[in-house]
């Protein structure tokens, strides 16, 4: 993928999701707009946890056996698959032997 087929995908989110305007997107780089995407995505869950939360409280009175915010948010909650889990994880180690030869590197200069 170019970097122009990139910004295209990314215009909804960044204008529609983030609201941010034009001259605001440009001035990020890639690893800012993604720290925002994740920050958006994670305060959508933190939303839905919290009116899953009150939908429950709603409800429960109303039925034999109470329902539990955990099963309301069930449908919303990917479940992620062996594979998806390994990589993640040889990400993270990678991403974190790259940061810490970044920071032996700093300070051998010093």
């Given at each position: 993928?170019?970097?122009?087929?990139?910004?295209?995908q990314?215009?909804?989110?960044?204008?529609?999701?983030?609201?941010?305007?034009?001259?605001?997107?440009?001035?990020?780089?890639?690893?800012?707009?993604?720290?925002?995407?994740?920050?958006?995505?994670?305060?959508?869950?933190?939303?839905?946890?919290?009116?899953?939360?009150?939908?429950a409280?709603?409800?429960?009175?109303?039925?034999?056996?109470?329902?539990?915010?955990?099963?309301?948010?069930?449908?919303?909650?990917?479940?992620?698959?062996?594979?998806?889990?390994?990589?993640?994880?040889?990400?993270?180690?990678?991403?974190?032997?790259?940061e810490?030869?970044?920071?032996?590197?700093?300070?051998?200069?010093?």
């Amino acid at each position: 993928m170019s970097m122009v087929e990139w910004c295209h995908q990314v215009r909804v989110p960044a204008f529609g999701f983030l609201r941010l305007k034009p001259w605001e997107f440009d001035r990020l780089s890639i690893f800012e707009f993604f720290d925002m995407i994740m920050a958006w995505q994670e305060a959508k869950t933190a939303e839905r946890w919290e009116r899953a939360y009150w939908v429950a409280n709603i409800m429960s009175p109303h039925l034999k056996k109470p329902v539990k915010p955990a099963a309301l948010m069930k449908p919303f909650e990917k479940k992620k698959t062996k594979r998806e889990i390994i990589e993640e994880r040889k990400a993270f180690f990678s991403n974190f032997e790259q940061e810490r030869e970044e920071v032996e590197k700093c300070q051998r200069k010093k």
